[in-house]
């Protein structure tokens, strides 16, 4: 059995050698680095690149992609169901810190920390400001997976209500509803925090449209970690910018990286994080840990037990 990087891992390298020492593992920088013998040979991809057929064409004998990021939109899936190479993903090494991520954006616009720097740098002290409790609010993910899920975990500790949209309305731990996401428009407006953890798929690009948000409440809180395709940038700088919601968080963008003359720096009722909610510094363990789980499982069964992803569903 033949595994071949797609990046290199410092002393992860020397961990997968021992922990596997049946498989010959081959490290490299990316596709460019690997030779034409390597080629012909190897059984599993790991890491990250610029995938494209042309390359996997010359690798007959590939089974398995073990991605080492999230996102798989960019991969060829049509090319991979067809070939039935096996992809997984690494969602669930994003998971503690991403549901973090979204508890802290929360808390922050609850809490008024904005203001309060604000204030912080104006050299005013205002011993008269509110803030709202998280008691009570009703709470949307738009998708109901494993950063939802440990983030409605986390958020009913605060006394909320959680509800969820996912293809088939199917009842999910954490979640006090659950509703297929056809009903959309029914359900948008009960919520004070809109929260889309949806990964791109061609059902989800620019699902939300203008008319979703104005359904929503106008004091709404938008937070975006998902993907940036969910919304148009006109669609969602025209909400902003009119005041259809009182607020956005968002991590993500439908083009980045954002440039300096983005509208998106120009308004003052968002807050932007640069695509970061992912990252930490545990990621490398975690990810090594899920690649050794799943190659065990394939070396006894052909097969992986994690983060598995339906090619042609995209997730």
Request: glycine share 6%; with cysteine; charged share 25%.
């Amino acid at each position: 059995m033949k595994a071949v990087s797609l990046i290199r891992l410092g002393d992860k390298e020397e961990r997968l050698q021992e922990a596997l020492p049946n498989v010959e593992f081959v490290f490299t920088s990316g596709m460019d680095e690997i030779n034409e013998q390597d080629k012909k040979d190897l059984d599993i991809l790991f890491g990250v690149d610029k995938l494209t057929e042309a390359f996997l064409d010359e690798c007959p004998n590939l089974k398995w992609i073990a991605w080492y990021a999230t996102g798989v939109d960019k991969l060829p899936l049509a090319y991979l169901q067809q070939r039935n190479i096996i992809l997984t993903n690494n969602r669930d090494a994003h998971v503690i810190q991403m549901s973090e991520f979204i508890i802290g954006y929360i808390l922050a616009d609850y809490k008024n920390m904005r203001t309060s720097y604000r204030n912080q740098v104006n050299r005013h002290y205002d011993s008269r400001l509110i803030s709202k409790n998280l008691n009570g609010q009703n709470i949307l993910f738009l998708g109901t997976g494993s950063i939802a899920q440990r983030t409605a975990q986390l958020a009913k500790a605060f006394g909320v209500k959680v509800i969820g949209i996912n293809t088939t309305g199917k009842e999910v731990e954490y979640f006090d509803e659950t509703y297929n996401i056809e009903e959309l428009h029914n359900i948008v407006g009960l919520a004070d925090i809109v929260i889309n953890t949806l990964p791109q798929t061609p059902s989800t690009v620019h699902l939300l449209t203008k008319r979703h948000f104005q359904l929503m409440k106008d004091i709404a809180l938008f937070i975006n970690v998902g993907r940036g395709s969910i919304v148009e940038n006109d669609v969602i700088i025209d909400v902003l910018k009119n005041n259809i919601i009182r607020h956005a968080y968002l991590d993500v963008f439908e083009n980045e990286p954002l440039t300096e003359d983005s509208a998106f720096y120009d308004l003052d009722n968002i807050s932007i994080t640069a695509h970061i909610s992912g990252n930490n510094t545990e990621f490398s363990d975690v990810v090594t840990d899920t690649f050794i789980k799943n190659l065990k499982a394939f070396l006894n069964k052909d097969d992986v037990i994690e983060n598995k992803i339906d090619t042609s569903k995209g997730y």
